[in-house]
Structure formats: C-alpha cells, structure tokens
C-alpha cells in the first residue's frame, strides 16, 4: 500500500509535465497575439513588436518553455499579461471561491441523490423508481447557462429572496467574523450566495451519484445478512438504514470522491454566469485575452488538484476493498 | 469648561459616526480593469477607474473641450513648445505633494520602450518634458502635434512612490483623484473610498463598489432587483425601452466617441474596383440597422465625423439605402449573374464575400443582416464570427475581406483618421492610399486653429467617402441607468464617470 | 450475453423505452426537417419578428422574423451531426488507443495510460474551450474539440477488456495461430466490449449536445447564421426578457433529447450489466 502511494505520486510527474506541454504548446497554436490585443486596435506595428520583446515572447519556443519551468520550479509562475500580477497571487486569491463552490455542490449532491437512490432502490422498477431517475438526470440534461439565467430571474428578480450575483463575504471569512463578532449575518449572506451556483453546479452529478447509490442498494437489499435482518422481523425501515445503507454506501464515498475532482473544474459555465470570483473564470478570462501565463498557471493547479483528488479516491478505495491488488 | 466642551464635541462626533450610513453606489462593468496605473491602461474599464483615482493635467468635458484639472493654465510658446502651469496644494492618496516632478515622471515612463504603455504611439511627438520650477513643466515636441492637448488627460502617478513599486504599481495605485482604491479583487470587485484631502473637496459619495459582472441578463438583473445602482454600456438595446419606462431608473443616452464600420479590403481584387465598394455602400440599409438590431441606441453612421463633436459637418456626403443603385452599379462593374443561380460572377469566379467579426451579439446580428441583404443582390456573402483575439489578429494581418470592427475613444479626428487612413497609418489596415489625404491628414496634425481643422477633416470625410475604404454603419450609443436616488451624474460620451466626484446619492 | 437476450430486456425497461422513443423523435425529426420545416431555417420576414407561436409560427419568430419551429428542427440536424461526429472521433481514437494499450502492454500501455491521466486531469469544458479556439468556432472545430476531449472512457472500457480477454483462453489460441492485432480486435475484442462501448457512446451523445450549448454560450460553438441547439437557444437568451419563448423552445428541445440519450443509456447499463457494477 506504501509503495503503491509512493510509485503513484512519482507517475504525479510525467502526468503534470504532460499538462503542462499540452496548455504551453495549445495556447501558443492558438491563433491571436498578446501583444496586439493589449495595446489594442489602435496600436500601431511597433507598439506590438515592442510589447512582443517585453513580453519576452519573440524567444523561439523552446527556450520560452525552458525559462518558463525552470522559474515555475523556483515557485514563479510569471505575472499576468494583462492584470499585472503576480500568477500565483491570482491564482490562490481564487481558489476558495472554487474550493468553497465545489464543496457546497458536493454536499447538494449527497443531499439530493442519496435519498433520491434510496427511494429508487426501494421500489425498484415502479414509477417512484422512474420518477426519481428522471428527476436525477434532469439536472444533467438541462443547458446550465440557460438554467442559470432563470434561476437568477426567478429568486432575485421577481422573488428577491437570493442576491443576484457573487459571492458575499465567503462562507469561511464570514465564519471568522461570526467567532469575531458572533453576528451571524455574514454566513447567512454567503450561503444564500452560493444557494443557485451550488445547485447550478451539483446538478451535473446530482444523476451519477442517484444512480450508484441505487444500484448499490439494489445489490446490498439482496445480499443474505440483509434478508436475515428482514427475516427476523426489522422494519424495512430499520433496514434500509442500519444495515443496507452502511455497506452501500462504501463504493459511493469513492465515486463522490471523483466527483470532487469534476466539480472543481466544472465551475466554468456556473462561474461566469453567477458572476463567482473563481478559478474557472479566471481561465476563460484568460483564454479570451491569451493571457498565457495566468492560462498556464491556473491549469496546471487545477490539474494538480483533479490528480490528487483522484489519487485519494483510488487510495481510499483500496483501502476499502482489500481484494483490489495492485501490482 | 474646556473639557466639557471637548467632551460634548467628542461625543458629537463619536453620535454622528454611529448615525450616519456611509453613502455606498454600488456599480457594475462587464469586464474588470485590467490594470490601475494609468499609464498602462487600455480598456475602457481601466479607463473609467482610473479618472476616479487619478486626475490628468486637463479633463474633456462632455464636449470633449479640454479643461483645466491638474494644469491651471496652459500655453504653446511656440507651435512645439507647450507650457503648463500646475495647480498648487494638490496632494496625493500617500499624502505626498503633487509636483512638476510627477508629471515629467508620468511623462518620461510612459515614453519608455520598455515600459510596455500600450498607447504610447499618441504621445510619441513628445521629445521630452521638463520641469521649468516646482509648478511648472514643458513638453518639447518634435513636431507640430494639434491633438496633444486632449491626450493631456491621462492620470499623473507619484514619482516617488510608482519608482518605489515598480510593476506593483498597477495593483496599488497611488493618485490625486476624488477616491482611492480600498481594496481590489481582481476579475471580481474593487472598493473605492472618498478621499478626504480630494483638491475640490471630499465627494458625497463615501464608497464606490464595482463588481465585475459578465453576463449582459445578470447584469441588469443585478440592476433591477436592487443589488446595483449603476450600469453602463454595454446593455442590451432591446431592454432600452422596458427600462425607460420604470420610474426607478434614469436612463440617460448618448452618442459615444466611436463609429461601428466595415472596413472592406482594398488589396482584395473584388474590393479593389471602388464601383463594387459604391454598390456595396448602397445596399446597407443603415437605418434598418439601427432600428432593426440597436433600437435606436447607435445611430445610423456617414462618415468618421462624429454628431455632437465640434468637427461634425454636414456638407459630407453620404450614400442612402438604395440597393436598385447598387446592383446598377455591380453590373457596371462587370459582375452579372449569367448562369441564373442567383449569384453573380465575372470571368468565371462567382461574386463572394466573407463578412467577419468578432463574437459580440449585436456585431453578430449586423452581419447576419447585411448577408441577407446583400444575398438579395446577387452577392454570395457568408458571414463568419471568431473569437477576438483571433480576428484582430488576422484584420492587422490583412487577412479579411469585409471586416466589421469599431473605433472608440475618438476623442478628436486625428485620432479617427491619422493611422487609419495615411498610408503609412499604423491601423491602415485595407491598405488604402490617397496621397492628397496623407496630406490633408499631415496639415490636419500640424494645425492648431480648430476652424481650420475642422475644413480639413471635412474635406478628408468627403474624399473617403467617395473612394469607400470603408462604410460607416453605426454612430455607437452610449448609455448609462442609474438609480434615480443618484443625483448630478453626467453623462459623458467617452464613458467617463468623473461626475461621480461632485454626484449626490439619497 | 446473446444480443437477441438483450434486445428483448430492452424492450422491458421503462427508462429505456422512454428514452428510446424520445430519440427516435428526434432522429426523424432531424432527418425529415426539410419535409417537416413549414419555412426555410434562415428565411427572413424582420415586419414579422418577434411574434409568439401562432398557427403561422407554431413556436414564433425571432429577432430576425425566422421560424424558430423551423430552426429548431435544422437544429436537429447539426447538434446531433456534431454530436455523433464527436462520440464517432472519440471512440475512434479511445478505441484504438486503448486496443493498443490493452494489447502490447509493457511500456506502451505505461505511457497511453499516462496520457489518459493527462487528459483526465484537464477539465473537459477548458480543453474544448483551447481547441475550438485554436481551429477557429465552427461545426467541424466543436466536433474535433469534443472528440478529442471525450476519448479517454473508450480507451480505458477496451483496455480493460482486452486485459479480461487476455487470461481467456480462445485469444491465447489465436495469438498462437499468429493473428493479427487488428484481426483480433475486430474478431473478439470489439465484439465482447461493445455493450460498455454503447453505454459509454449513448451518454457521450447526451454531453455532447450540451457541451455544443455550453460553447455556443462562450461564444465558441456553432456559428450563426447555422441554426444549431446551442446557438438557437444563446441568440434566445439576449431577449430572455422581451420574449421569453424564444430560449424556451431551444432549451427544452436540449433537454428533452439529453434525457432521452441518458435514460436510453441507463438502460443499456442495466440491461448489459444487471447488477450495475461496471
């Protein structure tokens, strides 16, 4: 298991440099010219040529790519071509914003497919059964952007119950204030933020998760232990609950795991619509501008993160499940 | 007695600091500022913070004449000599004194190669400034330069302190302005406060949030459930009319310092014939446009002679929707459908056009309107919409035949006309070349008499608009809702929100 | 599993009933959209824009005066065009890939599996972003993006096969008999992986749809004036508030056909798979 651990975070590296490669050549084949987009249309061709040397992006391919690891080895991902700053700086001023954005999705994900799975498994092939898969992959089917927009109009515009865009004070700040000053009134602000992008966002896992928890009760419901506990007489009830659940619920912890990974990168459409300061706007952003710096920082940290995360739910789950060698 | 009084004028302040609610506008943009220091700005949302922050030598007012701001008084000693006497008692955010030092420091920097000013080539007729005293400098041309005054805007950082900062100046700015930046989430929000030492005195507003809002639905939905009190273009046109009418918004309109244009190819050899330009010209129905996809909010275009500037002139010519006219002149030219598919062709080669733009839902609308029309002509158009980082790339490439693009921020003709049209304009990038209006275009530069000028510019209208480098579509609209609980914001055409420094909020 | 079994418990799953009806609508809805289609997609009538559905224009007009009922059925055509076109690619590329990877083994297997990692460690909806940018917005460019984003579930379901084939005894027989690698993927391999290859495909449908959407909200997917779903519901979306119907339609049209691919492919997986522990 050890050495599993360890030969695994060693394939971390090839896998990262890949990333790397892939974003450092694919932007740069990218048709578009930082240089001519910051001085802008009215620029004439000196001014990018000279924009072009300050940026340092005549040097041949090559040796950019050289400069560029060997300064991200030392922890200096370059400044952004168009915000100024510094690339990390950006780069984990946004990150709880995503880290706080996944996180709630994750747990309206387990709120809304677990007793959705449940309810299906219960009565396996009735119309609760059908009606609680569609509602599952209704989330999964709909366009986000276009439910965005009218969840926007809806709760903020016509009910005024949710603000419409951003993100409040953050949940965790807001926390800080309340031990600070106990005044509750941050958190609740944050949370109802967050309520439409969390929901927005989970609703792309909502019908996997529904779905495993199902099909893990379905074959849990059948196993002998739980038939016995039936025989003797339990409740269903009790059943579902003391018996089943427990040992169904073991491959699901793995696969919401993975989920983790999907949502944090996820967050494009969800972030740009809800105006969330997070990372995945700030990569869209930094597409449209070819700002390649912030472009090759921000992915390689989400990929990191998506690697790790991955990692976890392969560890946890051999954890789980002994049978699984690895060799 | 003393210390009663101190203690009841103590309590006084400390009753009224509880009592009175900080006065806080909350404001939206589409797209963050992409730096604060002034001499690096480039977009239109670095643009609008930056004259909050900071303050230039003159500002335009909304008749885009120059007025005194950092500058009290000015005057050219000879036609490339310029001296500026400064405003005294003018401090800092930092609390340094501002001094003829700041301005040949903002100046010098800004003229730097290396430093990477994105619109240096504005200010390149400048050999150098000095400092004359504490409160006196003077710029030394190399050239008769006519539309300097009204680059004389831009902010005035501190010497000091954007040495000391270096590349960090940009996220720390450091200015004269009416507020100074609290706090600054980049891509998300930035926090302006009222500056107290503010030379024409402390604005009513107290703070100033922006938060950075892409989506153009979410935006005004912030506006009108109240999360917002001010946005400004761009906005959709068609919610223009549904919020004219709510009594809670003023709606305030007006043309912006921009024109939307095609700008056709002149190196293209079906462009090249000035007959298919004409014919062209004929069969864009400008109205239409403005009616069709704006609602009235950009106006129909004729020339790059901007209405409600100084300079608009109504002599110029300009080719009314008429499309019998132009097919007349498409068969003049030579291009006849003979094989009756509709589409007409000469030589053999079929009469096609690709319009191009880049992703913007209005611009978008335009040229799927201008296919249709021009289909109706006989002319095989396609339209293609890319990303504008790639378009701009292969509009400067001369890669394109008809380009839709924009010009903003022509805050005097020079600057609609000088790159766009010399032949060795830096923007000219159709490629067109008419040695009488490099001339024209020269003189226009060197002359500071504006009646002289305006004949000038007029006379160089009227020559493009007979060769037609391009079409003038669209005047662009500006326009700005707010909250009617603000009071004296002025619109301005640049965009500017410098009426914020003297605006009331209830 | 005999394909005649299967079939035969497909026609008793509700899900895949359902789901299975709803595509067949759409498929002949887009194959018979110029019969379908009252007017031409791209027709315009600007005195007549705007209109709400009417028995001229069961689902209205839009900004241009067009038939959005006709559009959408247009529509059709290239959102599930682009979409098959993309889960084709992807599946090409994956199988092929993870034939390979299954088959040599060794270190060729090491470093296909790494550049599975790689691209499981991008988020889909940024690397289509990068590719589309990089060909240009377009049918073809959404349609190469979205096959080479979407590759690495093909290639791991074959590769995995392949390694269950491997321990079985006819293949080992085969490769005695000296068959070829592509002999024996098309002879055994395709064959005996080919219900998680459909499971897989049938999903990569739904996403497929909606990630054309997702782009053409970025401004990236299909262009106008080409009515795909995404750019007919985007264009929709700017009169969210004058004309509401006008993203409606679009939007159910998306909706509806996702949860067709999806139930259709949730029954497949139960079908294929009983105890639903793939």
């Known amino acids: 298991m050890f050495q599993y651990t360890i030969r695994r975070l060693f394939l971390f590296i090839p896998v990262i440099a890949g990333v790397l490669l892939i974003v450092f050549v694919t932007v740069r084949l990218v048709p578009g010219d930082p240089a001519a987009i910051l001085v802008g249309p009215e620029g004439t061709p000196e001014d990018r040529a000279r924009i072009t040397r300050v940026l340092g992006l005549d040097r041949p391919l090559p040796l950019q790519f050289g400069i560029y690891v060997w300064r991200a080895l030392q922890g200096d991902f370059g400044r952004s071509i168009f915000l100024g700053s510094d690339v990390m700086k950006l780069v984990l001023t946004a990150l709880p914003a995503t880290l706080e954005l996944a996180f709630l999705a994750l747990m309206m994900t387990i709120l809304i497919a677990v007793p959705l799975g449940i309810v299906a498994a219960r009565n396996p092939n009735t119309l609760l059964d059908y009606g609680s898969t569609i509602l599952a992959l209704l989330g999964v089917s709909m366009p986000l952007f276009w439910f965005g927009v009218l969840a926007i109009l809806l709760f903020s515009l016509q009910l005024g119950w949710l603000p419409s865009f951003g993100r409040g004070p953050g949940i965790l700040p807001a926390f800080g204030t309340l031990f600070s000053s106990g005044s509750l009134a941050g958190v609740w602000l944050s949370l109802k933020h967050a309520l439409l992008p969390a929901l927005t966002l989970a609703f792309g896992s909502i019908a996997l998760v529904a779905r495993l928890v199902r099909s893990a009760m379905l074959e849990v419901l059948n196993l002998d232990y739980v038939r016995t506990a039936r025989a003797k007489g339990l409740s269903e009830r009790r059943v579902v609950n003391k018996h089943a659940l427990r040992n169904a619920l073991l491959p699901v912890v793995t696969i919401v795991g993975l989920q983790f990974g999907t949502l944090l990168g996820g967050a494009v459409i969800t972030e740009t619509i809800f105006a969330w300061p997070g990372l995945g706007r700030l990569v869209v952003n930094a597409i449209s501008q070819r700002d390649f710096p912030v472009i090759q920082g921000s992915v390689i940290f989400i990929a990191t993160m998506i690697s790790i995360v991955n990692l976890l739910v392969d560890l946890s789950y051999a954890f789980i499940n002994p049978k699984i060698r690895y060799a | 007695m003393r210390y009663l009084s101190l203690f009841l004028t103590l309590l006084l302040v400390l009753f009224g600091a509880v009592m009175a609610q900080d006065k806080v506008l909350n404001a939206g943009l589409d797209v963050d500022a992409g730096t604060m220091d002034p001499r690096l700005a480039r977009d239109t949302s670095a643009a609008r913070i930056q004259e909050l922050v900071y303050n230039g030598l003159v500002s335009l007012d909304p008749e885009l004449v120059p007025q005194p701001e950092l500058a009290e008084s000015w005057n050219f000693t000879s036609p490339t000599t310029l001296v500026v006497q400064l405003r005294p008692g003018v401090v800092f955010h930092n609390g340094q004194p501002f001094t003829a030092e700041d301005v040949v420091y903002t100046f010098t920097t800004l003229l730097e190669e290396d430093f990477g000013a994105p619109r240096r080539s504005l200010y390149t007729p400048i050999t150098n400034v000095e400092a004359l005293d504490e409160l006196t400098v003077q710029f030394n041309l190399s050239q008769p330069y006519a539309p300097l005054l009204q680059y004389l805007d831009i902010g005035i950082v501190p010497n000091e302190a954007a040495a000391a900062l270096g590349a960090d100046f940009g996220d720390n700015p450091v200015g004269t302005g009416p507020f100074r930046l609290v706090n600054w989430e980049k891509g998300n929000r930035i926090e302006l406060e009222a500056f107290d030492e503010y030379f024409k005195g402390r604005p009513n507003i107290d703070k100033i949030n922006i938060s950075v809002i892409p989506d153009n639905n979410v935006r005004l ?122 589409i007409r062709e000469k030589d053999g080669q079929p009469l096609q056009l690709e319009l191009t733009t880049n992703i913007d839902p209005n611009r978008q609308q335009v040229l799927e309107f201008l296919q249709g029309e021009w289909l109706d002509a006989g002319i095989d158009a396609s339209v293609r919409v890319y990303e504008w980082p790639s378009y701009i790339g292969d509009v400067i490439a001369g890669d394109y035949q008809v380009g839709l693009i924009g010009w903003l921020l022509l805050t005097d003709p020079d600057r609609a006309t000088f790159l766009q049209f010399h032949t060795e304009g830096g923007n000219n990038y159709g490629s067109y070349a008419n040695n009488t209006v490099n001339e024209l275009l020269e003189q226009g530069r060197a002359e500071t008499d504006p009646n002289k000028r305006k004949e000038i510019y007029t006379e160089v209208a009227q020559i493009i608009t007979d060769e037609v480098p391009y079409i003038f579509l669209l005047y662009q609209g500006y326009v700005v809702i707010h909250d009617k609980n603000l009071e004296g914001f002025v619109v301005h055409p640049a965009g500017s929100w410098k009426s914020l420094e003297t605006a009331t909020l209830n | 599993m005999r394909r005649s079994s299967i079939l035969q418990r497909l026609a008793r799953h509700a899900g895949a009933i359902v789901g299975g009806i709803i595509i067949l609508l759409v498929v002949v809805a887009a194959l018979f959209a110029p019969l379908l289609a009252p007017y031409q997609p791209e027709e315009r009538n600007i005195r007549n824009r705007f209109q709400p559905p009417s028995s001229e224009n069961l689902l209205g007009t839009d900004n241009f005066g067009r038939d959005t009922l006709s559009r959408i059925l247009y529509g059709a055509q290239v959102s599930l065009t682009v979409a098959s076109l993309a889960v084709g690619l992807a599946a090409t590329i994956g199988i ?166 999806n139930l259709l492919g949730d029954g497949l997986r139960d079908v294929l798979d009983p105890r639903g522990t793939s």
């Open chain 2, 221 to 342: 939905i912030a506006l009108e459930s109240g999360d917002l009190d001010l946005i400004h273009s761009p906005v959709p046109p068609q919610d223009l009319e549904r919020l004219v009418q709510e009594d809670k918004f003023a709606v305030s309109q007006t043309t912006a310092l921009g024109y939307t244009y095609l700008n056709l190819n002149l190196a293209d050899p079906i462009l090249s014939d000035v007959r298919v330009r004409k014919a062209l010209a004929y069969l864009s129905d400008r109205n239409a446009l403005s009616e069709v996809i704006f609602f009235g909010m950009d106006q129909p275009g004729k020339s790059f002679l901007l209405p409600n500037t100084f300079y608009y002139s109504d002599e110029v010519t300009e080719y009314s929707y008429d499309p019998e006219r132009g097919k007349a002149l498409l068969t003049e030219a030579g291009w006849v459908d003979n094989d009756g598919d509709g």
């Open chain 3, 96 to 261: 092929f890939l993870g034939s390979l990877a299954g088959y040599l083994g060794g270190i060729a297997d090491m470093i296909i599996m790494r550049l599975v990692d790689v691209f499981l460690a991008f988020p889909p909806i940024l690397l289509a972003l990068t590719l589309v940018a990089a060909l240009g917005p377009s049918a073809f460019s959404v349609t190469v993006a979205l096959g080479l984003v979407y590759w690495t579930a093909y290639a791991r379901v074959i590769r995995s096969s392949i390694l269950a084939l491997k321990s079985e005894d006819f293949v080992e027989a085969n490769r005695a008999l000296g068959a070829a690698w592509p002999r024996t993927l098309f002879r055994h391999v395709l064959p005996n992986a080919f219900g998680p290859i459909i499971v897989v495909a049938s999903v990569g449908m739904g996403s497929g749809v909606t990630a054309e959407a997702a782009l053409s909200f970025l401004g990236l997917g299909v262009q106008p004036p080409t009515p795909s779903w995404g750019s007919i519901l985007n264009t929709g979306l700017q009169f969210l508030r004058q004309t509401p119907y006008l993203s409606t339609f679009p939007g159910a049209a998306i909706m509806l056909t996702v949860l067709g691919f």
